[in-house]
């Protein structure tokens, strides 16, 4: 059983929105992240939560811009509204332990990751 499982990526313009989704099915921790894999870049974390979804922290990159949310199904989602073409990567939901990470090393459990690619 794969333990996260991405959806919601595509293609939008500049100024557009997209809502990503991550189904999760494991023992979460104490954390969710969503992060992003530029072309030829690094994985990078842009937003956290805690695993009751009270707390959150965000890249100042997304800041203002997405949203990152746990529904009580435990459904992850991350809304992205504003879109700019630095936006355009590979987004991954990952699960883990260690305060507010957005280093992928402190981080147990990986979805496949889903393509968001924003044209201007």
């Known amino acids: 059983q794969v333990p996260l499982v991405e959806s919601g990526g595509g293609s939008v313009q500049t100024g557009g929105s997209l809502r990503l989704s991550c189904e999760i099915s494991v023992d979460t921790g104490n954390y969710l992240a969503w992060f992003r894999q530029a072309p030829g870049g690094e994985r990078r974390g842009i937003a956290v939560i805690s695993s009751g979804g009270s707390h959150t922290h965000y890249d100042a990159s997304i800041k203002d811009r997405f949203i990152i949310s746990l529904d009580v199904d435990d459904t992850l989602y991350l809304e992205m509204n504003s879109l700019k073409p630095e936006d355009t990567g590979m987004y991954y939901c990952?699960?883990?332990?260690?305060?507010?990470?957005?280093?992928?090393?402190?981080?147990?459990?990986w979805g496949q990751g889903t393509q968001v690619t924003v044209s201007s």
């Open positions: 990952a699960a883990g332990s260690r305060f507010f990470s957005i280093l992928s090393t402190d981080y147990h459990s």
